[in-house]
């Protein structure tokens, strides 16, 4: 294998040829331990260094390690060989003096491998195959990762990217395949092939039979937002690079450390077998249990993923093609600089909004009448619809489902139908409009007369929202939402402040300069002071 074309078929992307040589094997005369770690694997390899048991490291070396059915062995990053959600194989290196060692190990796990549907040795081919080419093509993998030295090799290192929820280097991304050297006769994986995946015209992966027929399925292979409790949905279509039998479906929901487990529902289709042009569409979606990791030192939140795997095989155990989706859960909470100066909000391609939380700011949902993505939802109790604009497209916006206004949390909305829902929208009063003899005057909510008309600086101007009136008298406890058990509204004339010692009070309405020139409003009793209060 290691002089073989072969090599240098799957390797001609990343610049490796045939080996220049096989140096040879060495067995042992000593019983396997029955269980091994990657540390002491590495001083198993210098032992045998030292005494020229094997031949000495240069930057081309690299060496495979067997280990027989009996024999456990952990990892270099803690997994466990031969046990479920464990490893087959791995690579990794070491330093032997001043020479990098790249090297690779095999366990036998008994029985062959089901997962490349092959029994041994033809299983074991493939594993040596798998955890050769990587060797070659990112001997210091782990290190960019865990000891940050930047010495890199041919890996996917975003993972956002879907695929990296298969694998992050060129075997993994291929894994399953298989193929028998015509030649030599010897079993080995395929290898992503990133010129190949290019011309998608067939598979990226290498090597590519004669006159193969290849299929897979063609739609969304992206990272989607969506938010615990929530779901979307993905039309998926058969691929065929020609005329072909209906082939088979399997996969799921991959259950990987770190990952949450992705709900999966069937819509329509038939989630079994597939042909060329022939469309399923799946529910993928976000247990509601689901969340971000917890804060690092710096208080910021990470991002969670969860991978769903469609494999496209021969119906008969073989793998062709593997499909991933990944959904991302949003990172509310994330700390974020509230922009300023045209400055894009940093939460936004998360769909969400950069918020004043306590005496920072952080990525929250967004709220009612803010713009929205329907897979990542807003802040209770709003949801995000679809209206239709004036020019006949739709915007998804955060907006209050009710049945009646006594439902709608904020007291600047009633119940309207709007486009056949009923939802919570804003009661305009003031200059202008039709209700109400001006600012601070008496207005119309739900009925005649039970609320106030504040003055309001938007972007676009001043502008009146009419408040709803309760039965909370001046210098009195009050609540600033209508809903839910408390002392309730201001009555007409005043509004809900959170000055008091005691919480929140109701307080008198003055006009500020702004006021008066767009009609005027109540001055304040001797002695106090009109201050203006948000944008009002």
């Known amino acids: 294998m290691a002089t073989s074309a072969w090599l240098a078929d799957v390797g001609g992307d990343y610049g490796v040829g ?53 024999s456990s062995v952990s990892g270099p990053t803690g997994g466990s060989s031969c046990v479920p959600g464990g490893f087959l194989g791995y690579h990794h290196w070491f330093n032997y003096g001043s020479t990098s060692v790249t090297y690779g190990v095999m366990v036998d796990c008994g029985g062959g ?143 990987k450390p770190g990952y949450f487990n992705s709900t999966i529902a069937l819509v329509s289709g038939n989630a079994s077998t597939i042909n060329n042009g022939d469309s399923l569409v799946v529910k993928l979606g976000v247990p509601s ?108 916006v955060c907006a209050q489902p009710c049945q009646q206004s006594a439902d709608c949390v904020d007291p600047t909305t009633n119940c309207q139908p709007i486009q056949g829902q009923n939802l919570c929208n804003a009661v305009y009063c003031g200059p202008g409009t039709s209700n109400g003899a001006g600012y601070f005057a008496a207005c119309n909510n739900t009925g005649a007369g039970d609320g106030t008309c504040l003055p309001v600086q938007g972007s676009g101007g001043l502008y009146g929202l009419c408040v709803a009136g309760g039965s909370a008298t001046v210098g009195g ?6 809903t839910g058990t408390g002392p309730g509204l201001c009555s007409v004339g005043s509004a809900c402040l959170g000055y008091s010692s005691t919480g929140y009070a109701c307080a008198p309405l003055c006009s500020t300069g702004v006021a008066t020139a767009n009609g005027g409003g109540p001055t304040c009793q001797s002695g106090d002071l009109c201050v203006p209060v948000g944008n009002a």
């Open 477 to 482: 406890n009050c609540q600033g939402f209508r």
């Open 113 to 255: 491998l089901i997962d490349y549907n092959h029994p041994d040795p033809a299983a074991t081919e493939i594993v040596s195959s798998h955890e050769l080419m990587e060797a070659a093509t990112d001997p210091f993998g782990l290190a960019y990762f865990a000891n940050g030295t930047g010495a890199d090799g041919y890996r996917i290192k975003d993972q956002s990217n879907p695929w990296f929820s298969i694998g992050d280097e060129v075997g993994d991304l291929c894994s399953g395949t298989s193929y028998q050297d015509p030649d030599a006769g010897f079993w080995a994986q395929r290898i992503w092939s990133n010129s190949a995946a290019q011309s998608a015209t067939g598979s990226p992966c290498r090597p590519i039979p004669p006159g193969e027929v290849y299929y897979s399925l063609s739609g969304a292979t992206k990272s989607v937002l969506v938010s615990p409790g929530r779901s979307v949905d993905f039309t998926l279509t058969g691929w065929s690079s020609a005329a072909t039998n209906a082939w088979c479906l399997a996969g799921g929901p991959q259950a």
């Open 289 to 396: 249990d689901a969340g971000p990791p917890p804060p690092d030192v710096s208080g910021d939140v990470g991002l969670t993923y969860g991978a769903t795997w469609f494999v496209s095989t021969d119906c008969d155990g073989g793998v062709v093609s593997n499909w991933p989706i990944q959904l991302v859960i949003p990172p509310v909470g994330q700390i974020c600089t509230p922009p300023t100066g045209g400055v894009v909000d940093s939460c936004a391609r998360f769909a969400l909004v950069c918020t004043s939380v306590g005496s920072g700011s952080s990525c929250q949902l967004p709220v009612e009448f803010g713009a929205c993505a329907p897979s990542v939802g807003c802040e209770q109790p709003s949801d995000c619809v679809a209206l239709q604009t004036a020019d006949g497209g739709l915007q998804n």
């Open 18 to 70: 045939s080996g220049a040589a096989y140096m040879g094997s060495v067995n042992l005369n000593q019983n396997a331990p029955a269980s091994e770690t990657d540390a002491q694997i590495q001083a198993l390899i210098g032992g045998l260094f030292s005494t020229a048991t094997l031949p000495q490291p240069d930057a081309s070396n690299i060496y495979l390690i067997y280990f027989p059915l009996g």
